[in-house]
T-cell receptor, first 112, second 113 residues
Framework: SQQGEEDPQALSIQEGENATMNCSYKTSINNLQWYRQNSGRGLVHLILIRSNEREKHSGRLRVTLDTSKKSSSLLITASRAADTASYFCATDFSGGYNKLIFGAGTRLAVHP | DVKVTQSSRYLVKRTGEKVFLECVQDMDHENMFWYRQDPGLGLRLIYFSYDVKMKEKGDIPEGYSVSREKKERFSLILESASTNQTSMYLC????????????FGSGTRLTVV
């Protein structure tokens, strides 16, 4: 399978704590993206990191990419109850594909 | 506010019915996608389209077809609905190919009974 895989499947933390989610993939990529999905809704694009980048920030989000290990991590700092959602990584493969492959997601629960 | 609109949030259909799921985007994007989402499986690509009247099969096209007569509209068709097609269906569009930040609709939860 070319699918990215998120780890852990579920994460439960308290408000104010940091949340880290990981994504692994199998083949060379052009870029890796993270999306968020609130319960029963569509996905919202959070951040994109290109294969030649190692780290990227957006507000409370920090994404790292290690192409040698074929893995990425999403860090949400100082989490809030409103961050409760599922988070998905998506990759496009540099082997000529023109589509995104999504992982199964990490369910994050942030408790007040 | 730019958006992707899916015509129905919830839909219940009978086995064997022909089902149309409609998706409209107002961003003038050339690229549109249909995914289905099932617990533990993430999003799986059914069909995509990079231009009007153009379509390409995704990873799980069996039992589905699509229509793209106008740039802004991409329809997913279940030729003869079956219970294993009960799922959440998500439409997305993107400006670039491959997608670098897709915009998703709110989803249609289809139940086939």
């Amino acid at each position: 399978s070319q699918q990215g895989e998120e780890d852990p499947q579920a994460l439960s933390i308290q408000e104010g704590e940091n949340a880290t989610m990981n994504c692994s993939y199998k083949t060379s990529i052009n870029n890796l993206q993270w999306y968020r999905q609130n319960s029963g809704r569509g996905l919202v694009h959070l951040i994109l990191i290109r294969s030649n980048e190692r780290e990227k920030h957006s507000g409370r989000l920090r994404v790292t990419l290690d192409t040698s290990k074929k893995s990425s991590s999403l860090l949400i700092t100082a989490s809030r109850a409103a961050d409760t959602a599922s988070y998905f990584c998506a990759t496009d493969f540099s082997g000529g594909y023109n589509k995104l492959i999504f992982g199964a997601g990490t369910r994050l629960a942030v408790h007040p | 506010d730019v958006k992707v609109t899916q015509s129905s949030r919830y839909l219940v259909k009978r086995t064997g019915e022909k089902v149309f799921l409609e998706c409209v985007q107002d961003m003038d994007h050339e690229n549109m996608f249909w995914y289905r989402q099932d617990p533990g499986l993430g999003l799986r690509l059914i069909y995509f389209s990079y231009d009007v009247k153009m379509k390409e099969k995704g990873d799980i096209p069996e039992g589905y077809s699509v229509s793209r007569e106008k740039k802004e509209r991409f329809s997913l068709i279940l030729e003869s609905a079956s219970t294993n097609q009960t799922s959440m269906y998500l439409c997305a569009s993107s400006l670039s190919r491959p997608p670098m930040g897709s915009t998703f609709g709110s989803g249609t939860r289809l139940t086939v009974v």
